[in-house]
């Protein structure tokens, strides 16, 4: 009997699961609505970032704007005044001395040494340490250098979009200070989890000036030829100090004691903060509310006030829309998300190098920490080279430029194809590096692999990250931070992968399987010139951010025409009134 109930019920029921079944939405549908909701709110958000951004921008230039009616936030009162640039300003940053100019650049690659090179100081003193706190995991043994980039994974999500908010000077300044209490403790360190706690703190803080550079630049410079000669300085410096540092540890660790590896961090680290100290703020939008505060401290009754004071600020805002925007960049944005995967293999590859060259020339060759730290050099030659190559590049797009060539007129022929020569030179240098590291080869000839690879690594940072800066201009801090975010999280994960790679597949087969790799990724520059303009059709945040630029363009060109017209105007009637 209860059996027959049981089945009874069970029949009754089954149809009803049927038609509810039914009448749902399948699970493929539901994700291609939230999909659908999730790029509206991402795309709504960065329209609305973009426009308040650009709105600024206006009002700090004088350009009439079209919906100057609306922004109720830059005019609350009539008897408020919005503070702007005048004309040829001398502390408008765009019309500073090339000297001034310079230092600031100079500055940077100073201080951006710091952050890259504290990056490998634990490279060959790793044995050192873990000898003295007792440490014999390989996978342990990885961690300074890990936990270092785990910090440069989480830093510039901060850093960037910090600094398009309250300015570039306090963020890399204080960031700088704080790093090198910690680079401090690194030297004091008691024992091993606590120095693994002190390396992350130390690359949180080092991953500043990797975020808010590329936006001083872009502060000071406004025309794209300057500002690319810039970043190409600020390119190569990135890649000395992870250089000079296997020098440092190579040759303390065997004589004073590997913590002097950060005591002359730190050494360095102070004589740069001299430097840093003089570094003036370039956001504009600070400097005209430090303006504006000047003005109202003379005068109080002055109702003067910078755009980016009466704009609504709020945690909200600041949590949504300025926190969220490297993120929403690497998500949503085709550009960046290619830029990312290829940057963030190379820059793994850089940094996997630093357990690979002491297999290869500590293993095969048996030289000493320091002499092993010293072949690290020729990549640094291969940047040199790679400046050459850049300038070489640029001089013959100018030469083009003059004579209107049609190729000229295209956005990605501007940096893009120095990633052309750069790629395959990376690939090379991999095969170069495996195949020739063998006792019959002298360890000479195995180190000059490193002259393609630093040329390459270069000449490929220089085309994407130039072309990150080109696409979003006016948020480069928040492009590059994305771009450091996600290369540093390739970099802590692939060297944990290094010791085991080599081991099973050999030097050869690890450096082909690289190359390999490398090799796929070389598409994407190629992509980028081929699907250019569909690609940047494609991100909406980009496309936003020129469209509210161009929009701004074309009415600062109307309001100097209106200007020009009236001074003819004023011009004539004053020469018919001497007639008379």
């Known amino acids: ?103 600031i650049v100079i500055t940077a690659m100073i201080v951006v040494i710091n952050s890259t090179m ?17 440490v014999t995991s390989q996978t342990q043994k990885i961690l300074p250098q890990s936990t270092y980039l ?69 502060d000071v410079y406004d025309d794209p030829v300057s500002r690319g000669r810039a970043m190409a300085w600020f390119m190569v410096m990135t890649l000395g100090g992870p250089l000079f540092a296997p020098i440092i540890s190579g040759f303390c660790s065997t ?35 430090r303006r504006a505060v000047k003005i109202r401290k003379e005068n109080p009754k002055a109702q003067v006030y910078s755009s980016m004071e009466l704009e609504e600020q709020d945690f909200r805002q600041l949590m949504t829309r300025v926190l969220t925007r490297p993120i929403r960049m690497i998500i949503t944005e085709l550009i960046v998300t290619a830029t990312c995967i290829y940057l963030a293999l190379i820059y793994a590859i850089f940094y996997m190098s630093f357990q690979a060259f002491p297999l290869i020339f500590q293993g095969i060759y048996h030289l000493s920490p320091g002499v092993t730290g010293l072949l690290f050099l020729p990549i640094g030659a291969g940047g040199l080279v790679s400046l050459a190559v850049f300038f070489a590049y640029d001089r013959f797009l100018r030469d083009a430029q003059a004579r209107n060539a049609p190729w000229t007129q295209k956005e990605e022929y501007r940096r893009v194809p120095l990633a052309f020569l750069g790629g395959p030179l990376f690939v090379i240098s991999l095969f170069w590096l495996g195949w020739s590291a063998r006792a019959d080869v002298p360890f000479a000839v195995v180190s000059l692999a490193g002259v393609p690879f630093g040329a390459g690594f270069v000449l490929i940072f220089m085309a994407l990250l130039n072309y990150l800066t080109d696409a979003y201009e006016i948020f480069a801090a928040s492009a590059n931070a994305a771009a450091s975010s996600a290369r540093s999280l390739f970099a802590v994960v692939l060297p944990l992968a290094t010791t085991p790679m080599f081991t099973r597949l050999g030097i050869s087969g690890a450096c082909s399987l690289l190359g390999g790799l490398s090799l796929l990724m070389c598409a994407i520059p190629y992509i980028f ?28 060109e109307e309001k100097q025409r209106r200007k020009e017209k009236a001074r003819g105007d004023s011009g004539l009637l004053m020469n018919k009134e001497e007639n008379v």
Request: proline content about 5%; glycine content about 6%; overall charge neutral.
């Open 150 to 218: 785990m910090g440069y994974v989480c830093g510039p999500l901060f850093w960037g979009p910090l600094s398009e908010q309250i300015g570039r000077q306090k963020i890399t300044v204080g960031a700088f200070v704080v790093f090198m209490v910690w680079t401090m403790a690194c030297a004091l360190a008691p024992n091993w989890p606590a120095f693994l706690v002190f390396r992350f703190l130390t690359g949180a803080f080092a991953s500043a000036p990797m975020a808010t550079v590329t936006g001083i630049v872009a």
């Open 1 to 103: 009997m209860d059996s027959d109930s049981d089945h009874t019920d069970d029949s009754r029921l089954q149809p009803r699961r049927i038609a509810t079944n039914a009448s749902a939405p399948s699970t493929r549908s539901r994700l291609r609505i939230a999909h659908t909701n999730f790029t509206e709110l991402v795309q709504t958000i960065s329209k609305q970032d973009a426009a308040d951004r650009y709105r600024t921008e206006e009002a700090d230039n004088r350009v009439p704007s079209e919906d100057a009616g609306d922004a109720r936030s830059l005019t609350d009162t009539d008897e408020r005044v919005t503070i702007s640039w005048e004309e040829n300003d001398k502390e408008n940053p765009h019309n500073w001395s090339t000297a001034r100019k310079w230092y």
């Open 255 to 289: 004589t004073i004691g590997w913590r002097w590896s950060f005591w002359v961090g730190l050494i360095y680290a102070g004589i740069s903060l001299i430097f840093l100290l003089f570094l003036p703020e370039t956001y504009a939008p600070v400097l005209l509310t």
């Open 118 to 134: 504290g990056s490998a100081l634990s490279s060959m003193a790793v044995p050192y340490m873990t000898a003295e706190w007792g």
């Open 529 to 556: 010139i081929w699907k250019g303009e569909r690609i940047r059709a494609g991100s909406k945040f980009s496309m936003a951010l020129r469209q509210r630029k161009l929009e701004m363009q074309q009415r600062a």
